[in-house]
C-alpha cells in the first residue's frame, strides 16, 4: 500500500492561535499535509507565514480554502481526506460584537455539522470553546478556581455562542451513553486569555501583555482600569497549541476542558513583568472603567485543570511571567528590527 501523509484540518488557520498550531503541527510531522480553512475577515496569510518562519519550518506547503465553515459539506470532505484531527478555531472572536445574530450565526450554526461529520467520519475533533462562557460565577468572589461545571450563565453573545457549542457536546454525549455506546473523540478547550507571538493583527482584541508592552515602548506609559488589581488566568500562546494537539491524541478522554495556566496575574503582575523584561521602571496610570463595562466585565478568572491534568494527561510548561518576560523581550527586539530596516 502505498505511503499516505498525515492529514489534518484547521480551521481559523490563518488567525492568532490558529497560525501557530499550523506551524506547530508542521514542526512535530514535517510531512504532515495541512488544509487550512479560513474565510480571512480577521485573519491574514501573514500569520502563517510569520508563524512557520518563527517555528523554522520552512514555508508553508499545505492548502488553504479561503471558505466559511458553514459553506462546507463536511462529511465528504472527510470521507476524502481522512484527517487525522480535525481542529476547529474559526470563530469572530470579537467580544464586543454585539449583533448577536451575526456572532450566532458564524459562532454556533456551522458547529452542528462539523461534529456530526467527525463523529460519523471516526475523525478527532478538538474545537475552541472559552472561558466567555462562565461569565461571573458565584466562584469568582471567593477567588478560586473555574471547575467545568460553573460555566453557562455567559456575560455576552460571545461567551454564549461558545457555550451553545459546549451544550451541543454534552448533549450528544449524553445521547450515546443513553444508547450504551462510547463517546466519540471531541475535545472541547475552554481558551482562558491567551498572549504570545502572532497576535498584532488581533487589534483591540490582542492580549494586555501585548498592548501594554507597546505602550511602554511608544510613550513610556501604562493606563490599567483603577487599581490594576483585575485579575486573570493568562496562557502563554505555545501552552495553548500544545494541549489542543493533546486533545487530538487517541489517549485523549473525550471531554470539555479549561485550558489555562491555572494561575493568576493582576494587571500590575503584567506590568512589573514588563517592566523586568524591558529594564524599565514604568507606574501604571489608573484610570476608571467605563461604566457600561462594569456589570459584564469579568474581574477574575482562572482555571481549575486538575480535569485537564488528568483527562488530557497535560500540563502547561510556562509559568505566566516568565512567559510574559519573553515576550515582551520579542516584541521589542522585532520593533528594534523594524527600525534598523
Not at 281 to 292: H, K, N, R
Request: charged share 20%; net charge negative; aromatic share 10%.
Amino acid at each position: 500500500m502505498a505511503y499516505s501523509p498525515p492529514t489534518y484540518i484547521v480551521t481559523g488557520g490563518a488567525g492568532f492561535i490558529g497560525s501557530n498550531l499550523v506551524a506547530k503541527l508542521m514542526s512535530n510531522e514535517p510531512d504532515a499535509f495541512i488544509y487550512v480553512v479560513d474565510d480571512f475577515r480577521t485573519g491574514s496569510y501573514a500569520n502563517i507565514v510569520e508563524a512557520c518562519q518563527r517555528a523554522g519550518v520552512g514555508p508553508f506547503t499545505g492548502f488553504v480554502l479561503a471558505e466559511s465553515v458553514g459553506e462546507l459539506s463536511w462529511q465528504p470532505a472527510l470521507l476524502g481526506l481522512r484527517p487525522k484531527a480535525v481542529f476547529h478555531l474559526a470563530a469572530i472572536t470579537d467580544t464586543l460584537e454585539f449583533d448577536e445574530q451575526k456572532m450566532l450565526r458564524s459562532n454556533t450554526e456551522p458547529f452542528a455539522d462539523i461534529l456530526e461529520s467527525c463523529v460519523e467520519c471516526d475523525v478527532p475533533l478538538v474545537y475552541a470553546s472559552s472561558a466567555a462562557t462562565y461569565g461571573s460565577p458565584a466562584v469568582a468572589d471567593d477567588r478560586v478556581p473555574f471547575p467545568v461545571d460553573a460555566a453557562g450563565e455567559p456575560n455576552n453573545v460571545y461567551g454564549f455562542s461558545k457555550w451553545l457549542m459546549d451544550v451541543e457536546v454534552t448533549r450528544f454525549f449524553a445521547m450515546r451513553q443513553a444508547e450504551k455506546q462510547a463517546l466519540p473523540h471531541v475535545v472541547g478547550l475552554r481558551y482562558f486569555n491567551v498572549f504570545g507571538a502572532g497576535e498584532a493583527r488581533k487589534g483591540k482584541m490582542a492580549s494586555m501583555v501585548y498592548h501594554l508592552t507597546n505602550q511602554i515602548l511608544d510613550n513610556g506609559s501604562a493606563k490599567l482600569f483603577k487599581m490594576g488589581e483585575h485579575e486573570r488566568d493568562q496562557i502563554f500562546v505555545d501552552d495553548v497549541v500544545d494541549c489542543t494537539i493533546a486533545g487530538a491524541k487517541r489517549k485523549a478522554k473525550p471531554g470539555i476542558y479549561n485550558l489555562g495556566s491555572g494561575q493568576t496575574t493582576s494587571f500590575n503582575d503584567i506590568v512589573d513583568a514588563i517592566n523586568e523584561a524591558l529594564g524599565t521602571s514604568v507606574s501604571p496610570e489608573y484610570f476608571d472603567m467605563p461604566e457600561e463595562m462594569v456589570a459584564t466585565y469579568q474581574h477574575y478568572t482562572c482555571a481549575d485543570m486538575a480535569l485537564t491534568k488528568s483527562g488530557l494527561k497535560w500540563s502547561p510548561a510556562w509559568s505566566p511571567i516568565d512567559a510574559m518576560i519573553r515576550y515582551a523581550r520579542q516584541i521589542a527586539a522585532e520593533r528594534s528590527d523594524v527600525r534598523a530596516h
